[in-house]
């Protein structure tokens, strides 16, 4: 392995940069308010500064998280594991999960809201919530458990749109596209006081490839706009300028031009003078006003596409008159041709900048790919959008890192993925096969049920592990009747798991279109994404082998994610980077990085999705037309009874 990657993921930390950071919002309740009343943001930063030298151990990275002007009497502790991953919403909403949904994992941790979706109207239905925190009250999430970032557009969604000004910048709503300036960016941000917000980039959704010039504006562009959300508060009735109350993460820009993306990373460490120096005054340059880097890789996997000699592929044939939206990264990764570029990409933006921000990337289309990101560019946290993609096509997911070695053997009755001519197996299992009509088994074969008794990893999401509520809703009197329970039976209610949902009733749920089969996938998808993040971060921190080893709760190389290790031994840098490197090829090696079950799923759910409704009843008609008469049991009935008549 070369040297200079193992550099690049341990500079952080002797556990490979992220271990675990530590997102947190400091109160100013200490000696940060001077007598006339206003606020002394002098010692709040010495207060900070103090706090965050103390958090700084082996392992861990503390990431300071400034609170919001309105935030300064309340104190907020988020914790965000990393390698981690972010939940991703549709306008603002965790697909097919309910709030108690949301509520019921502990998987849901840090929630992205693209604003795009709400410009449908003017002005924002966020903006206009009288609250401390309007888009946590209006969405539902809760400000002490859910961090919420947000960003104009939506980093899954890689449509074409027309080009950006000078400006200006383009989003997409249920309505068509509307036009975005940097000053109405900020005021609808400063209204809905997310906790973190991506600022502005230009980047472009046209046909690529892109010229010289047009990468160049994207740059000028980019910067200016981040300036622009860099501006100090200021109020008249607290005095100076104030420090900036945001929480800013910058878009890094550049496209597929190495020169180009090191060139954005220079101007944000470049020192400013004069009216720029004031436009973002304390800071010295724009990079001391960044929270951390993001990276979107849907709109480089396109460009590196379109410029390599390999084009895409011809879709799957399409069930006839049904048109639908493909999202190509996942039926059609091209994992070995984009994601070494995507790699050398990355890596040219963060050369010259601070390894200790947290770096984020969106877009990622396997879990292959996103190990091979943690362990080449040291990537912090990720999207999962393939994992609730997912949910939709009806997959319910299958695996565990480190891969189970191929001498182990299936102690349980339950049926791994199916495995392919190559030897590889699935991510997960195609509940829309037939397949699975009469499989009465758990959804995973990797993760046991919370009703078994079984000393496996359990996963705990509501599918597998469901909990029956201690109490039950009446909607009318005759419900009291008909069941009243007592204080007994409230104080016998055991917190003990329900058998869990299985691949039958779930193929049941999805060929009757019930909306419950996709909640219950989602909610499982999401669970074993968090147990696979949980892995990687355990083999990262693991001891050597003739090291004290965590008392864990082990199975195989099966890590239990939802127990905490007491106490382990950190080996040398080079030690803990060579055994997650091997771990990754082995994950790569047994499970299929061409994701053929998602094309697989996809298809099967656009025939069941296509024979819904008018047009199945339709069809069947036509079929019965075509039949003998007496093997339509209606018709006959129908001609005996015109007979008897």
């Excluded at 109160?27 to 930063?45: I, P, Q, T, W, Y």
């Excluded at 539902?140 to 557009?153: A, I, V, W, Y």
């Excluded at 909607?475 to 204080?487: F, K």
């Excluded at 299929?592 to 094309?599: C, H, M, S």
Aim: proline share 7%; net charge negative; aromatic share 6%.
């Amino acid at each position: 392995m070369p040297v200079a990657d193992s550099e690049r993921i341990s500079a952080r930390s002797p556990t490979s940069r992220a271990l675990e950071a530590i997102v947190k919002l400091h109160s100013a309740e200490m000696h940060v308010v001077r007598k006339d009343g206003e606020l002394d943001f002098d010692a709040m930063d010495k207060f900070i500064v103090h706090i965050l030298d103390a958090l700084r151990v082996d392992g861990v990275t503390a990431v300071n998280v400034l609170p919001a002007a309105s935030d300064v009497k309340e104190s907020i502790h988020h914790i965000i594991s990393t390698p981690g991953f972010i939940t991703s919403t549709s306008r603002g909403v965790v697909p097919h999960l309910t709030r108690d949904h949301v509520e019921a994992t502990d998987a849901v941790k840090w929630v992205h809201v693209p604003f795009e979706t709400f410009l449908e109207r003017s002005p924002p239905i966020p903006t206009l919530l009288d609250e401390k925190h309007p888009l946590h009250a209006l969405l539902g999430f809760q400000n002490d458990r859910h961090l919420l970032s947000m960003s104009l557009r939506d980093p899954s969604d890689g449509r074409e749109l027309p080009p950006n000004g000078n400006a200006f910048i383009n989003a997409s709503c249920i309505r068509g596209v509307r036009k975005i300036h940097p000053e109405q960016y900020r005021s609808f941000v400063l209204a809905c006081n997310p906790d973190i917000v991506i600022a502005l980039s230009d980047i472009p959704f046209t046909p690529p490839p892109f010229s010289q010039k047009r990468i160049a504006k994207s740059l000028e562009r980019s910067a200016a706009w981040l300036a622009s959300l860099l501006q100090p508060l200021s109020d008249a009735s607290s005095g100076p300028h104030r420090h900036h109350a945001l929480n800013i993460l910058v878009q890094m820009a550049g496209d597929v031009s190495i020169p180009a993306r090191r060139a954005f990373a220079a101007s944000l460490k470049e020192s400013l003078f004069g009216k720029d120096a004031e436009q973002i005054k304390p800071y010295r340059c724009l990079d001391d006003g960044v929270l951390g880097y993001v990276f979107d890789l849907i709109p480089l996997r396109t460009s590196l596409l379109a410029s390599s000699a390999v084009a895409s592929d011809e879709e799957e044939q399409q069930i006839p008159n049904r048109r639908t939206p493909d999202t190509k990264p996942l039926t059609q990764p091209k994992t070995e041709i984009v994601l070494p570029e995507i790699i050398k990409l990355l890596q040219s933006s963060l050369d010259s900048l601070s390894p200790e921000k947290p770096r984020i990337a969106t877009g990622a289309s396997s879990p292959h790919e996103i190990l091979r990101l943690i362990r080449d560019v040291g990537i912090d946290l990720f999207d999962v959008a393939w994992a609730q993609k997912a949910a939709d096509w009806g997959i319910a997911l299958d695996f565990v890192f480190p891969a189970p070695e191929a001498h182990q053997s299936n102690s349980s009755n339950v049926s791994r993925p199916r495995d392919r001519e190559d030897g590889r197996h699935d991510l997960g299992h195609n509940l829309y096969s037939s397949q699975y009509a009469t499989d009465f088994s758990r959804f995973a074969e990797a993760f046991s049920d919370g009703a078994s008794q079984s000393k496996e990893s359990i996963c705990p999401c509501v599918a597998c592990s469901p909990v029956s509520p201690p109490s039950q809703l009446s909607y009318a009197s005759v419900d009291v009747l008909m069941r009243a329970p007592s204080e007994s039976d409230l104080s016998s209610h055991s917190t003990s798991c329900d058998p869990p949902f299985t691949r039958a009733y779930v193929h049941h749920l999805l060929h009757t279109h019930e909306m419950s089969a996709h909640a219950l996938l989602a909610a499982h998808n999401l669970a074993v994404a968090d147990a696979f993040f949980a892995s990687v971060r355990h083999v990262l921190a693991r001891a050597a082998p003739h090291a004290h080893q965590p008392r864990t709760h082990l199975h195989g190389e099966h890590f239990d994610a939802h127990r905490e290790a007491e106490t382990f031994v950190i080996p040398s840098d080079d030690a803990t980077f060579e055994r997650f490197a091997e771990e990754v090829e082995r994950f790569c090696a047994v499970y299929d990085g061409e994701l053929r079950i998602f094309g697989e799923a996809k298809r099967d759910w656009i025939a069941v999705d296509y024979a819904r409704g008018k047009g199945r009843m339709a069809r069947e008609k036509a079929k019965q037309g075509e039949e003998d008469l007496a093997t339509k049991v209606e018709t006959k009935a129908e001609v005996d009874e015109a007979a008897v008549d």
